[in-house]
C-alpha cells in the first residue's frame, strides 16, 4: 500500500462539518468514507459556539474510524472566503543550483519572499499560489524544472481571508485533536473539482456556493481566483417562508426545496409532497399537507429577492467580459434554481455535481476539490504524509481481505457439497 496516497478532508459550512477520506491510486480518485455531522456552532463569518463545533468534529473522525478501523489524524482544511483579498506579487530569486538549473527549491524560495509581504493585521494568509513562471524571458504555466537559467520570476497569487474567523476555526480542528496538512479558500477548492481554473483562461466564472445561511460568490479570471464575497442570503434564506407560513420544522422545509420543488416551472403539480402532523388552534392533532404549487408560491418572494441581490452584484462583472455561471454547495441540489437565474442575468448557468462515486452530491463540491487543490501542490511541497493511522489501516484492511476470502471458500465448498447430493437424486 506504499503506492498510495490516503487524505482526508475537513470542510466547516454553515450547518454541517463535512469530513471525507479518500485516496488516490494510479491517478484515480477514489472515495473511502463520507462523514456529514450536523452542526450550528458557526456561521460564514464567526464561530459561535466552539463546544459545538469541536464536538462535530470529534463525532465526524470517530464515525469515520468505526467505518474504516483507522483514526484520522490529519486533514486538508477547507476554509470560509470572508473578506478574501487577493495580493498578486513577482518574486524573482537567482537560482541556486550548481548547475545552474531550476529546482523545487528555487520555487520555495520564490514562495517564501512572496509570503513576506505585508498584508495587514486583519487578515490570514490562507494560500500562496504560483500562477506562472519565467525564465529566459518565456513563461509558463508548469514549473520550468532543470530549465537552466540564472533567475526564476515567479508570479503569485497570495490569498487572504478573515483573520479571527480563521484563527478560531484552526483553534477548533486543533482541540478536536486533528493536525492540520494544508489550508485552502473554499471557492479555491470548488475550482479546483470542477476544473474551472483552466476554463477561466479564455471565459469569466462566477462561483455560487450557496449554503444553508450564505452564499459565496467567487470570480475566476484569467485561470486566477481573483475575488470572492460572502453574501448573508442562502438556500435556508429561501425556504424560510415554509417555517412562517406552513410550521414545518426548519431542516425539512430546506429539503422539500431542494427535492421537492421544480422553480423553473410556471404552473406546478397540486399533488402532496409533504404530509406532517401538527397542533390546530384547539390544540388537537390534525394532519396537514403541502403540495408542490404551493411550496413554490410560498418561497417565490425569497427567491426573487436573492436574484435581485445576484443580479445587482454581478453585472458590473458581466460587462467586463464573457461569463458563465456555476451553482454549486447544498444549494446545487436546488431544481430549476439555475435557470431562473440564466434569465435574469442573461448568461449561461448551469449547476456543479461531482461525479465520483460516493461524493455525488453538491454540498461535496469544496470538500472533494480539497483533494485535487492538495495534490497539486505536493510537486511543490515534498509532502509524504497521509492523513490515516496507516498501519492500522493495513491491519484493518487486510483482516476484511482474509474473512472475505475465507467467506468466498466457504460458499464454494458448501456449493460443491450442494452440487453432489442434487447430482446424486
Not at 97 to 122: F, P, W
Not at 183 to 200: C, N, S, T
Request: net charge negative; hydrophobic share 40%.
Amino acid at each position: 500500500m506504499n503506492d498510495k496516497q490516503i487524505f482526508a478532508a475537513l470542510e466547516l459550512s454553515d450547518q454541517e462539518v463535512r469530513l471525507v477520506t479518500g485516496e488516490f491510486f494510479n491517478t484515480r480518485f477514489n472515495i473511502i468514507k463520507v462523514e456529514r455531522i450536523p452542526c450550528s456552532g458557526l456561521t460564514y463569518t464567526e464561530i459561535v459556539s466552539e463546544d459545538a463545533v469541536v464536538a462535530a468534529i470529534k463525532e465526524a473522525k470517530e464515525n469515520t474510524k468505526k467505518r474504516i478501523g483507522a483514526e484520522v489524524k490529519k486533514v486538508i482544511l477547507g476554509m470560509p472566503s470572508y473578506r478574501f483579498r487577493k495580493y498578486s506579487f513577482k518574486s524573482t530569486v537567482d537560482v541556486e543550483g550548481m548547475d545552474g538549473t531550476v529546482t523545487v527549491q528555487d520555487v520555495r524560495n520564490a514562495m517564501n519572499k512572496a509570503e513576506s509581504m505585508e498584508i495587514g493585521k486583519d487578515l490570514a494568509l490562507i494560500q500562496t499560489v504560483c500562477v506562472r513562471y519565467t525564465v529566459n524571458g518565456i513563461s509558463t504555466r508548469k514549473i520550468p524544472l532543470g530549465e537552466r537559467c540564472k533567475q526564476l520570476t515567479v508570479d503569485i497569487d497570495l490569498l487572504c481571508a478573515d483573520r479571527k474567523l480563521s484563527y478560531d476555526i484552526v483553534g477548533c480542528v486543533e482541540k478536536a485533536g486533528l493536525e492540520i496538512m494544508d489550508i485552502f479558500l473554499d471557492v479555491y477548492a470548488v475550482g479546483k473539482e470542477a476544473a474551472l481554473f483552466e476554463q477561466a483562461v479564455d471565459e469569466q466564472k462566477i462561483i455560487l456556493k450557496v449554503e444553508r445561511s450564505a452564499t459565496t460568490l467567487g470570480l475566476l479570471r484569467q485561470g486566477h481566483l481573483t475575488a470572492a464575497k460572502v453574501i448573508n442570503a442562502g438556500i435556508g434564506s429561501l425556504a424560510a417562508p415554509l417555517v412562517e407560513t406552513y410550521g414545518i420544522k426548519r431542516e425539512m422545509s430546506v429539503e422539500l426545496l431542494k427535492y421537492s420543488a421544480r422553480l423553473n416551472q410556471e404552473v406546478c403539480s397540486t399533488n402532496p409532497v409533504h404530509i406532517w402532523a401538527a397542533k390546530n388552534e384547539s390544540g388537537e392533532n390534525e394532519t396537514r399537507t403541502i403540495n408542490e404549487q404551493q411550496l413554490v408560491s410560498c418561497v417565490q418572494k425569497n427567491i426573487e429577492i436573492w436574484l435581485d441581490y445576484l443580479q445587482k452584484t454581478c453585472i458590473p462583472i458581466l460587462q467586463a467580459g464573457e461569463t458563465a455561471v456555476i451553482i454549486t454547495g447544498e444549494g446545487g441540489e436546488t431544481d430549476g434554481l439555475d435557470e431562473l437565474l440564466a434569465k435574469r442575468l442573461g448568461v449561461e448557468v448551469h449547476t456543479y455535481i461531482p461525479e465520483t462515486l460516493g461524493g455525488r452530491n453538491a454540498g461535496l463540491t469544496a470538500a472533494l476539490g480539497l483533494f485535487y487543490a492538495y495534490k497539486d501542490r505536493l510537486a511543490i511541497t515534498g509532502y509524504t504524509d497521509c492523513s490515516l493511522d496507516m498501519d492500522a489501516f493495513e491491519t484493518s484492511v487486510s483482516y476484511r481481505d482474509r474473512k472475505s476470502e475465507t467467506t468466498n471458500k466457504e460458499d464454494t465448498l458448501t456449493n460443491k457439497i450442494k452440487g453432489l447430493f442434487e447430482g446424486k437424486k
